[in-house]
T-cell receptor, first 114, second 117 residues
């Protein structure tokens, strides 16, 4: 079945550590995105990538980094520079176009700093 | 950039009643407006969407209306059921000059809908 997979579902990080969240899709989508979800604030865009080897900062990119070496994969690293990393992280993908704009989401990764 | 405001933040209805969630957007160039439903601990799922060349769209018990002049769009759920209880998000996106979009969705703050049996 085609879909978008995030792992792990739950992640715990000690302060000062970097941690990487995985996002894989087999939908043949060109575009991939990372959103952060906090209570009462909706979904905020961290980074997005329209094509392999290219990515752009979203609205809250500080303290995060990404790579897009393969079409199927868009991992997100939460660095120690992110001061408040505890949140629910959502990855999405889409095939941009006039008719195909729908974004599909993964099931999310809940990151907790301990 | 685009700004999407969503109201109300919480909505409680009795089973069988209708529920309406409203969103406004700031960028008149936005031309695609999806609605997502998010159940607890899961990622959002698209339930209905509307493009700027259409004023209304229906899919069984759900409908979306769009007023481009006023820059607002609404989600209507009729005959609500307990399984409709979830968080609902509206979003807006702008196509570039070439007609393609990047999927850079701007989301509203979300509405927690509770349907009481």
């Amino acid at each position: 079945d085609g879909g978008i997979t995030q792992s792990p579902k739950y992640l715990f990080r000690k302060e000062g550590q970097n941690v990487t969240l995985s996002c894989e899709q087999n939908l043949n989508h060109d575009a991939m995105y990372w959103y952060r979800q906090d209570p009462g604030q909706g979904l905020r865009l961290i980074y997005y990538s329209q094509i392999v080897n290219d990515f752009q900062k979203g609205d809250i990119a500080e303290g995060y980094s990404v790579s897009r070496e393969k079409k199927e994969s868009f991992p997100l690293t939460v660095t120690s520079a992110q001061k408040n990393p505890t949140a629910f992280y959502l990855c999405a993908s889409s095939k941009p176009g006039r008719k195909n704009t729908e974004a599909f989401f993964g099931q999310g990764t809940r990151l907790t700093v301990v | 950039g685009e700004n999407v405001e969503q109201h109300p933040s919480t909505l409680s209805v009795q089973e069988g009643d209708s529920a309406v969630i409203k969103c406004t957007y700031s960028d008149s160039a936005s031309n695609y407006f999806p609605w997502y439903k998010q159940e607890l601990g899961k990622g959002p799922q698209l339930i209905i969407d509307i493009r700027s060349n259409v004023g209304e769209k229906k899919d069984q018990r759900i409908a979306v209306t769009l007023n481009k002049t006023a820059k607002h769009f609404s989600l209507h759920i009729t005959e609500t059921q307990p399984e409709d209880s979830a968080v609902y998000f509206c979003a807006a996106i702008k196509a570039n000059a070439g007609g393609t979009s990047y999927g850079k969705l701007t989301f509203g703050q979300g509405t927690i809908l509770t349907v009481h049996p």
